[in-house]
């Protein structure tokens, strides 16, 4: 019977073109839009690896002032530290969590050499994120030497650099002159966000006498807009014309997470509207199809061809050109993992070509299920009436 | 071989009611070859779909071979029509996206068989009909004639005792028409029972017997 249709479809390629064409580019477009979300997906499982909750966000800017910068900072960090609703203050450069801000660099070891996102950070920045380590401790003061600069790794840059190796202790160079020590690794550190993939990430220290206009504030839980207004205007009184600015980590992941989810919903309306659509036409066509063969339906059925028998054929040719158009479809789908475009995991790729796949069939066993099963309850005698 | 018990038609439409048949007794038996003549629109195609269980009566009692379908549903119905009966159409019927050998193929994609016995007993049919040469034809290549043989290929392949033909010489010229006539009286002597409705006097008379229709009637 299998052969049978191939034969049917087969001999009227020609009219079917159109249909293959349809369902292969359904099928294309599904494939980009559940790779997007196969990987947002998958970055999502993975856990961002630090705690945004009651965290703020200090943004000082100097504006004319240049004087005296790290001493002011310094003077502004003990005054924050000192109230009694801050657990934790940090100082980091301006790429803080899910902000806009990206800082990148590539480091060497062993002639190895990664790129990495890399984060200027004091010591009390894995205290203020809950940031844990899973090797050595994060750096201090006291790491500071005249021939590198403390660093911590992440677990990802760890894989990259150190295959069997204990990371601690060694050295990698970002150039010639500047090399940095690892102290310390943590698991995870996806500052974009929960949307963001687990890249390589380098922690260099903020030294005491060095000015970067960020701070984090890690505050008790419940303490509220009041004590803000009091910390925006003590910090005021301490410096000449600053501009200071208070944002909260949570309210930053919400919109940093908007950035990612609402184009995806975009193309997943798109990609519905366009499905829907295909699915109109195939049924459309399908069933003018049933109405132009309802002579060889009578015929199929006066050979001896139960209702069921009919139903399974035009479901079964419906299968065989959608398998057509899939494989032409993978064609295409294949290399993507083949070829690491977009360096993606392969596994992203797989899973949308499966999902794809499964949702093409769904979609043209429904079109195809109504008239099928109309086509078998057409009386034969009927069908083979003479016009 | 097939035995009709005061068999009535009605066609109900939303205007009108059409009896196309009035109790009608018929025994055709094992061997014998039929014809059914009549005018126009007096219930021939309606008694023959329902002689092949195409059509169903609104009253009387239909046996083929012995065995009463009254109660039988579609799978009973669908395997008795593929195993005993074989159809011949004035218009044809064949599938024009299909070769002359996957044409006379259909019936047995009904019945389990491998693909090499259904290619081993098309081809053997299209011999009989003499169109061995035109296996892998289309439709579309062929004359009239060659269509209505590849047609009663396509009937005999299953080997049925029973054939139904709705005139099928209805759409060709006469010399055809004898050489298709030639072929289904062939058919009876090697054993076929066969029911053919004809508008000719002459093709009739080739026939063991002539049953006339008259408004739903028969009348001889
Ligand atoms: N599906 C139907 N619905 C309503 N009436 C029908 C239907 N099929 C046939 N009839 C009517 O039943 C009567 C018998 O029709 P039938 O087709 O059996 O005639 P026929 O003898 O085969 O005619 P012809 O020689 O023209 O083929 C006609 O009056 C026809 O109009
Ligand atoms: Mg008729």
New interface residues.
Partial sequence: MLRHLFKLIWNKKGAHSLLIIEIWASFMVLFGVLSLIAFNLNNYLEPIGFEYKDVWVLDLSTNQDTVNLPEKSLRIMQRIRSYPEVISASRTSANTPFSANQMSNSSTYNKVSVSHDFYVTDEDFSKTLDLPLRKGRWYEESDISARFIPIVINKKMEDKLFANENPLGKLIKENDTLSYKIVGVVDKYKAKGEFMTDNPALFKMLKKEDWDRNVLIKVKPGTDANFEARLVKDIAAMTDQWGIEVSYLSESRKNRQNLTVIPVVIFLVICGFLLTNVALGLFGILNLNIAKRKNEIGLRRAMGATEGNVTTQFLGEIWVLATFSLIIGLIFAVQFPLMHVFDLNSEIYITAILASITVIYIIVTLCAWLPSRQASLIHPALALHED | MIRLQNVEKVYRTSAIETLALNNINLNVKKGEFVSIMGPSGCGK?TLL?IM?L??EPSRGHIEIDGSKVDKYH??NL??L???K?G?I???F?L?N???VI?NV???L???SSS?RQRRELAQEALEKVGLSNRMKH?PKQLSGGQKQRVAIA?AIV?KPEIILADEPTGNLDSAMGNEILSILQKLNEDGATIVMVTHDDAMARRTHRLIRLFDGTQVL
């Fill in positions: 195609s779909n092949g195409l059509d579609d799978k669908a395997q029509r593929n195993k009966l159809f159409f004035q218009s019927h599938i996206d299909l070769s996957d193929e259909i019936p994609l009904y019945r693909a289309f396509r299953g």
